[in-house]
């Protein structure tokens, strides 16, 4: 499992180095009246009140979920969402998931709703991300059950301009898993999947 999340890690940081390394936006010359040379970055400023942003925003999160109860539901983690915007509110919408096991045939689809906000209300680094909804899991091939999922998080905002922004969240997620027979015949006696998430994400 060392070795699957070794590598998602690298992909993930690959992949934000080009993202941030494309959302420089300079200018060569000098400003008027100053005769200093300068360089511009997108960065939190462009989010202030007097900036007008677009009113719905769309994104996709990739990472990966640790099962902390010890029964091998640790996964990889692909997620897509949409919703309404604001200079406040991040996304208060929908979203939708599949979260593949490392180690065996087992999958998650979670579709649910999702809040996300600022913790200030203006160039906030930190903000705040909550989803509930129902997950369809695939326990193994022929055994299908679903549930109640659950998370909450607290994200960090890597890189945000006009267009689109980049952040990384760590949150608690929890799936409502009856008990089952797995595919070897051992009873599986759980109530719940408790996990803990990290995942990389970007929006537009």
Known sequence: ????????????????????????????????????????????????????????????????????????FSSFDLDLFAGYRSHTIKCFGLGIGLHSSFSNNRYYLPIYALFRCNLLSDKSLLFVDFRAGYSTNQMYKGENQGGFFGSAGLGMNLSVSKKFGSHILIGYNFYQISPFTDEKGTFQDMNGCHLVSIRLGISF
């Open 1 to 72: 499992m060392a070795k699957y999340l070794y590598q998602i890690l690298l992909i993930s940081t690959l992949c934000l180095f080009v993202q941030n390394t494309s959302a420089q936006e300079s200018t060569t010359g000098f400003e008027n009246g100053n005769n200093q040379y300068v360089m511009r970055e997108s960065n939190l400023s462009d989010m202030s009140k007097e900036k007008k942003i677009k009113p719905v925003t769309f994104g996709v999160e990739a990472g990966a979920s640790i099962d902390m109860s010890g029964n091998d």
